[in-house]
């Protein structure tokens, strides 16, 4: 059978955010793209984890989300993360998730501040909300219109160019992306992590402002930046 390793992949990411407790029922999906071969895995719509194995992983065509190959439908989000791919060359898989922490802010509708190192390590600024979706858009192509309004969030000038790894989409949740589909779950993981992490800051100190830009930008540079030392490859090592 093809596409084997993309939907062992695609289903070790979704075990992997049931596992984490990221996810619990059938509230979340993983998916990954083989741009090459044009396609997307992603997870089955609406099958219970005990019983999802790596067949069961579907596979639609990027450009028109037609099934390629599995017996089952595809998850009911397929059609956000395809405009995601088409959008996005740099996303190579894609996590949603309804984690605690992470969508009581989307719920909020508030972006997650950079309150610590451990969010400058992650991303380079905020982690972004998009605006809510108009009546027309829910009514509409619901979910391929959520893929549109993340993508405007994430081209928005401040958003533009610090490729955020992740966004919440006001009122619902968290998607996450990343080059493979162990890092797409990663950063959904961390994205929980600093989530919470800002809940409790602000809940000891309603008045904490981000970190200075100073910080921000020492923490994001030393792991992502050109010169990046962060890790064991390079010199000198870095405290944590
Ligand atoms: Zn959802």
Not at 14 to 28: A, C, D, F, H, K
Not at 149 to 161: K, T, W
Not at 190 to 213: D, F, Q, S, Y
């Amino acid at each position: 059978m093809a596409y084997e390793e993309l939907k062992e992949s695609v289903f070790e990411a979704n075990l992997q955010l049931v596992r984490s407790g990221l996810v619990i029922l059938t509230w979340g999906n993983a998916s990954a793209v083989d741009r090459d071969a044009g396609v997307v895995a992603i997870k089955p719509s609406g099958v219970e984890y005990a019983t999802l194995t790596s067949d069961d992983i579907v596979i639609v065509s990027l450009a028109s989300g037609a099934i390629i190959e599995g017996d089952l439908c595809a998850s009911s989000d397929t059609p956000t993360h395809l405009v995601l791919y088409r959008e996005f060359e740099f996303m190579g898989a894609i996590t949603h998730t309804h984690s605690t922490c992470a969508t009581a802010w989307a719920q909020a509708c508030r972006e997650i501040p950079c309150l610590g190192t451990t969010h400058a390590d992650f991303a380079a600024g905020a982690v972004p909300v998009t605006r809510l979706m108009r009546r027309e858009e829910i009514e509409g192509d619901y979910e391929a219109n959520t893929g549109k309004v993340v993508a405007e969030c994430l081209r928005l000038p401040e958003h533009e160019g610090s490729a955020p790894p992740a966004a919440l989409v006001a009122g619902h949740g968290p998607f996450t992306w990343g080059a493979t589909a162990a890092e797409a779950v990663e950063n959904a993981l961390i994205l929980e992590e600093i989530a919470r992490m800002a809940l409790h800051t602000l809940a000891v100190n309603p008045e904490i402002k981000p970190i200075g830009k100073v910080l921000h930008e020492k923490h994001w540079s030393r792991k992502h930046g050109p010169g990046s030392y962060y890790g064991q490859s390079k010199e000198p090592p870095a405290s944590d």
